[in-house]
C-alpha cells in the first residue's frame, strides 16, 4: 500500500507564497494535488506522471503553481505563487500506480490519498 503524508499548508496573504509537500512511502506511477471547500466538490489542481514527468494543471493556477517529484527522497511538492484568496482551502495528495495522461486531475484514478493540510489566503 501507499502511504501519504502531506505537510507545508498556512495562512498568507494574497500575492505570496506556500510550498506543500507530500511525503510518500510506497511505489508510485501517477501522483496529484486536489483541494476541496466545504459545500463543494474536490477540484484537480496539478497532476505529475513519474516516468516522463508529463505535468498537467487546472486552468485557474496555469503558470503560478509548479507540481514536482523528488525520486531520490520519495517527496512530491506544490510550489504555489501569486496565491489568490480563491486558492483557499484544504489541500490533498494523491496517488496512483497506474494513470492515463487524460484523467491525470480526475478524483477517480487515484486509490491512495493523504490527509490533507488547509491553505488559508486572505485578501
Known amino acids: 500500500d501507499v502511504q501519504l503524508m502531506e505537510s507545508g499548508g498556512g495562512s498568507v496573504q494574497a500575492g505570496g507564497s506556500l510550498r506543500l509537500t507530500c511525503e510518500v512511502s510506497?511505489?508510485?506511477?501517477?501522483m496529484a494535488w486536489f483541494r476541496q471547500v466545504p459545500g463543494r466538490e474536490r477540484e484537480g489542481v496539478a497532476g505529475i506522471r513519474e516516468r516522463d514527468r508529463l505535468a498537467l494543471y487546472a486552468d485557474s493556477v496555469k503558470g503560478r503553481f509548479l507540481i514536482s517529484k523528488d525520486n531520490s527522497k520519495n517527496i512530491l511538492s506544490l510550489q504555489m505563487d501569486i496565491l489568490r484568496p480563491e486558492d483557499t482551502a484544504m489541500y490533498y495528495c494523491?496517488?496512483?500506480?497506474?494513470?492515463?495522461?487524460?484523467?491525470?486531475?480526475?478524483?477517480?484514478?487515484?486509490?491512495?490519498w493523504g490527509q490533507g493540510t488547509q491553505v488559508n489566503v486572505s485578501s
Open positions: 494523491a496517488a496512483a500506480d497506474w494513470c492515463r495522461a487524460s484523467e491525470m486531475l480526475f478524483q477517480k484514478t487515484y486509490p491512495y
Open positions: 510506497g511505489e508510485t506511477y501517477c
